[in-house]
């Protein structure tokens, strides 16, 4: 199983500012099979990149996903309020499919 | 668009099953996938397994094979998701979600939440 280790698991950040969020695998992957997710209290994830750089539609484009191997990261150029969350990375192409720990973002 | 309706909560004994559905419409239903992912409370997202509608084929994680059975109803349009030999470990919310083309799971239902209780 892969495991994925998401960093940091809190990110205290004021609106305006960039957040920057790790995820690193215990092994390489394709990165067309890693996505990020945003999940908010009492709500579905709801998916923003996949295939580690591919904005899902209606996605702003101040999220941006980069990485490849065991290496991703997600950006959040400048945050706005309804930016404060959860966010899980997942990789999708080996069964078993398994998701980081998540990184909570949250209002300094 | 595309929606999954999700069945309401339920709660069980420990060693019963539970049998989650997922009302499917918007999009041809035996076109996409349909994975199961379960949250703990407070916890993060835990995959189960996928459903192909269009034969009924599955990919179970291992940790839950013999345990979980994923079927579908082409002609309700719904995937069903039971959960064999519950305990309280098992109390969590159940996601189903569709996977896209690409291959991620783009479109989600509500959630269903399973309390595991005696």
């Known amino acids: 199983e892969i495991v994925l280790r998401q960093s940091p698991g809190t990110l205290s950040l004021s609106p305006g500012e960039r957040a920057t969020l790790s995820c690193r695998t215990s092994?390489?992957?394709?990165?067309?099979?890693l996505a990020w997710f945003q999940q908010k209290p009492g709500q579905a994830p709801r998916v923003l990149i996949y295939?580690?750089?591919t904005r899902a539609p209606g996605i702003p484009d101040r999220f941006s996903g980069t990485g490849s191997g065991t290496d991703f990261t997600l950006t959040i150029r400048r945050l706005e309020p309804e930016d404060f969350a959860v966010y899980y990375c997942?990789?999708?192409?080996?069964?078993?499919?398994?998701f980081g720990g998540g990184t909570k973002v949250e209002v300094k | 668009q595309v929606l999954l309706v999700q069945s309401g909560p339920d709660v069980k004994k420990p060693g019963a099953s539970v049998k989650v559905s997922c009302k499917a419409s918007?999009?041809?239903?035996?076109?996409?996938?349909i994975h199961w992912v379960r949250q703990a409370p407070g916890q993060g997202l835990e995959w189960l397994g996928w459903?192909?509608?269009?034969?009924?084929?599955?990919n179970y994680a291992q940790k839950f094979q013999g345990r979980v059975t994923m079927t579908r109803d082409t002609s309700m349009t719904t995937a069903y998701m039971e959960l064999n030999r519950l305990t309280s470990d098992d109390t969590a919310v159940y996601f189903c979600?569709?996977?896209?083309?690409?291959?991620?799971?783009?479109?989600w239902g509500q959630g269903t939440l399973v309390t595991v209780s005696s």
């Open positions: 918007g999009y041809r239903f035996t076109d996409y996938l």
């Open positions: 092994q390489s992957i394709s990165s067309n099979y």
């Open positions: 997942q990789q999708y192409g080996y069964s078993p499919e398994t």
């Open positions: 459903m192909n509608p269009k034969n009924g084929g599955t």
């Open positions: 979600a569709r996977a896209w083309n690409t291959a991620v799971a783009g479109d």
């Open positions: 295939g580690a750089s």
